[in-house]
């Protein structure tokens, strides 16, 4: 059985105390299923996770799709999943404001 | 990955990243982190995992990479600290079985502490839960040039 995770939120405190995600365009290396990615993307303008295990991102996207159908206005479009690792970022310079190194590297 | 993917990992990080971008780098800190049986009232320790080597060299590496590219110019590190982050299992023995599958090249659970946690938790109220209070690291990190 999986364990709970940091149920105190102390994650994303300590990751909003660090950085300011208001409207900011994020990267995010290594998102796994997008536990993290969920406690700051709504407060992104851009974000794109970077995983290169498809069974990860597969439940990432299963969790985008359910939170888009919750709160459709608040994530279409703006929030992305693709599979890649930090050696090869297939996206242009200078475009995000943040890059998230995510329990990874 | 070796020291030189991983400053090439930094690099296409910092190309991708606008100027004064900020790198947060967050991963968990290997510390004997602590097996803990949490009920309401109270908290037992029950002891402590052992890092495996390989772990401890894997991080190791990741901050000698940091560093280097520090070195370079391409970063500067503005603000660093530590902080706790809990693993809650209903049972000992999922806490162990996990361990032993997803964690099994950088901790071990020893025997000896898996049966005190056993016993603490059995003694414990019915709402008692095992975790682990696992090390994490936050750095913030400016794009610099």
């Given at each position: 059985?999986?364990?709970?995770?940091?149920?105190?939120?102390?994650?994303?405190?300590?990751?909003?105390?660090?950085?300011?995600?208001?409207?900011?365009?994020?990267?995010?290396?290594?998102?796994?299923?997008?536990?993290?990615?969920?406690?700051?993307?709504?407060?992104?303008?851009?974000?794109?996770?970077?995983?290169?295990?498809?069974?990860?991102?597969?439940?990432?996207?299963?969790?985008y799709e359910v939170s888009r159908r919750d709160r459709p206005s608040d994530l279409r479009g703006r929030v992305h999943f693709a599979r890649a690792s930090a050696y090869h970022i297939p996206l242009p310079k200078e475009t995000f404001d943040i890059a998230l190194l995510s329990w990874s590297l | 990955m070796e020291h030189a993917s991983m400053v090439h990992a930094l690099r296409e990080i910092h190309r991708t990243l606008k100027p004064n971008g900020i790198l947060l780098d967050m991963r968990p800190?290997?510390?004997?982190?602590?097996?803990?049986?949490?009920?309401?009232?109270?908290?037992?320790?029950?002891?402590?995992?052992?890092?495996?080597?390989?772990?401890?060299?894997?991080?190791?590496?990741?901050?000698?990479?940091?560093?280097?590219?520090?070195?370079?110019?391409?970063?500067?590190?503005?603000?660093?600290?530590?902080?706790?982050?809990?693993?809650?299992?209903?049972?000992?023995?999922?806490?162990?079985?996990?361990?032993?599958?997803?964690?099994?090249?950088?901790?071990?659970?020893?025997?000896?502490?898996?049966?005190?946690?056993?016993?603490?938790?059995?003694?414990?109220?019915?709402?008692?839960?095992?975790?682990?209070?696992?090390?994490?690291?936050?750095?913030?990190?400016?794009?610099?040039?």
């Amino acid at each position: 059985m999986k364990p709970q995770k940091d149920p105190e939120n102390f994650e994303r405190k300590y990751l909003f105390d660090f950085a300011d995600f208001t409207d900011a365009r994020v990267l995010e290396i290594g998102c796994g299923d997008g536990r993290l990615t969920w406690k700051y993307a709504p407060a992104s303008s851009l974000t794109v996770g970077l995983d290169p295990d498809f069974d990860e991102l597969r439940l990432a996207r299963a969790d985008y799709e359910v939170s888009r159908r919750d709160r459709p206005s608040d994530l279409r479009g703006r929030v992305h999943f693709a599979r890649a690792s930090a050696y090869h970022i297939p996206l242009p310079k200078e475009t995000f404001d943040i890059a998230l190194l995510s329990w990874s590297l | 990955m070796e020291h030189a993917s991983m400053v090439h990992a930094l690099r296409e990080i910092h190309r991708t990243l606008k100027p004064n971008g900020i790198l947060l780098d967050m991963r968990p800190i290997e510390d004997n982190w602590a097996v803990e049986v949490k009920s309401d009232a109270r908290v037992d320790v029950a002891g402590r995992l052992v890092d495996i080597p390989s772990g401890l060299a894997d991080t190791a590496a990741c901050f000698e990479a940091l560093r280097d590219v520090e070195a370079r110019g391409w970063f500067v590190q503005e603000r660093a600290e530590k902080f706790t982050f809990f693993y809650y299992w209903d049972m000992p023995s999922e806490m162990k079985a996990y361990i032993e599958t997803e964690w099994d090249s950088y901790e071990k659970l020893e025997d000896e502490v898996y049966q005190r946690a056993s016993s603490l938790w059995a003694s414990a109220n019915a709402e008692a839960r095992v975790r682990v209070h696992r090390k994490m690291w936050l750095a913030r990190w400016r794009k610099t040039n």
